[in-house]
């Protein structure tokens, strides 16, 4: 069975850092894609970091790029989300995902999804 395991959310003050984890099992994690999505209260789950398989590029939203770093470790199955000046409108719930194709950053296209890990920043 296919199964991604996040962990490493938390509570940090603004301006802080954390980083999350995602340990993926049951496929051969090189050849997908990863991505990172998050969700707050009353809004709809958004792509926040995306990695193709063997691409050195990632997609950033917007609202991250040059605060948030995806990485993946394919020795140890494992991809991070590397999370610095954190922002009280950083604070969601965060899923770690993986698609075999993983043409884009969306939700409709990732097929595969971990539980999530809730990440709170306070002012």
């Known amino acids: 069975d296919v199964q991604l395991q996040a962990s490493g959310g938390g509570e940090v003050q603004a301006g802080g850092s954390l980083r999350l984890s995602c340990e993926l099992s049951?496929?051969?994690?090189?050849?997908?894609?990863i991505g990172w999505f998050r969700q707050a209260p009353g809004k709809e789950r958004e792509g926040v970091s995306c990695?193709?398989?063997?691409?050195?590029?990632?997609y950033y939203a917007d609202s991250v790029k040059g605060r948030f770093t995806i990485a993946r470790d394919n020795a140890k199955n494992t991809m991070y989300l590397q999370m610095n000046d954190l922002k009280p409108e950083d604070s969601a719930v965060y899923y770690c995902?993986?698609?075999?194709?993983?043409?884009?950053?969306?939700?409709?296209?990732?097929?595969?999804w971990g539980q999530g890990t809730q990440v709170t920043v306070s002012s």
């Open positions: 049951g496929f051969y994690f090189d050849d997908y894609a």
């Open positions: 995902a993986a698609d075999n194709l993983g043409y884009d950053c969306s939700t409709i296209t990732y097929d595969y």
């Open positions: 990695l193709r398989r063997r691409e050195l590029t990632p």
